[in-house]
């Protein structure tokens, strides 16, 4: 068991290294908030490319949370930008060695979905429609807004006790830039 703990704790150390290595994108590539049923849903498509370290180490067992920010602000030209909304939409990826599937948790809803493969995984969790951010009411017609969206996905804190003392000393996350645009009038 500690054998197999240094080497989790060795790919998740050279797993930023390897990120680059790999050519893995991990962005946010297109997203933009339209207007459906008097709320405006978010439709992003994402990069979520991870390196061979960190999908080896998800195969392993190591749970992996991805988090969406996104921010919906009112632009003036006199006064600082008035924050309208903002959102936290989490998923947690992990593989479950038994069914050999991998599990994706909706940590905000609690809806489970499962995949057969890692790529299959991620491809969905690439594709965001659909989903609610702010009430139509209060968005004026006369104002101009933008939007921000940014993910990160970082190793669950939920580890058993061995490997979370080991991992103290990591700090494993990628994030991307924030990706930002202009809601239409």
């Known amino acids: 068991m500690a054998l197999f703990a240094l080497l989790l704790v060795a790919a998740f150390a050279q797993a930023g290294e390897a990120a680059l290595e790999d050519g893995a994108r991990f962005e946010v590539r297109s997203a933009f908030l339209e207007p459906a049923e008097h709320v405006y849903q978010l439709n992003a498509t994402l990069d979520l490319a991870l390196s061979r370290s960190a999908q080896a180490a998800i195969r392993e067992g190591v749970p992996v949370v991805l988090e969406l920010d996104l921010g919906v602000n009112r632009k003036r030209r006199y006064l600082p930008d008035e924050k309208v909304a903002s959102l936290a939409q989490r998923w947690q990826l992990h593989y479950h060695a038994l069914s050999e599937r991998y599990i994706v948790n909706n940590l905000n809803s609690g809806q489970q979905t499962s995949f057969l493969s ?3 995984a991620l491809a969905a969790l690439s594709d965001v429609r659909g989903l609610p951010v702010v009430d139509e009411a209060l968005i004026e017609k006369d104002s101009h807004y933008e939007g921000s969206l940014r993910v990160q996905a970082t190793i ?3 580890l058993p006790g061995a490997l979370r003392v080991m991992m103290f000393w990591m700090d494993w996350k990628r994030t991307t830039d924030w ?5 239409p009038p």
């Open 179 to 183: 990706y930002t645009w202009t809601l």
């Open 118 to 120: 890692l790529p299959a």
């Open 156 to 158: 669950e804190s939920g």
